[in-house]
């Protein structure tokens, strides 16, 4: 098993269990990808992604 591999085991049991990840964590490069904190206003313009 790789240390990405490892990594990646370890942030998807992270967020199975719903736990908080800070930007500082490590997280795969596509995941911090769709979590970047810049699109967070324009989201919440949209509606917060909630249904209604």
């Keep these: 098993m790789t ?15 719903e736990l908080k990840i800070e930007p500082k964590d490590w997280m795969p490069e596509k995941y911090r990808k769709n979590a970047d904190p810049s699109d967070q206003p324009a989201r919440a313009q949209r509606g917060g992604g909630h249904a209604a």
Aim: charged share 40%.
């Design 3 to 17: 240390d990405t591999t490892k990594l990646e085991e370890l942030f998807q049991a992270k967020v199975d269990a």
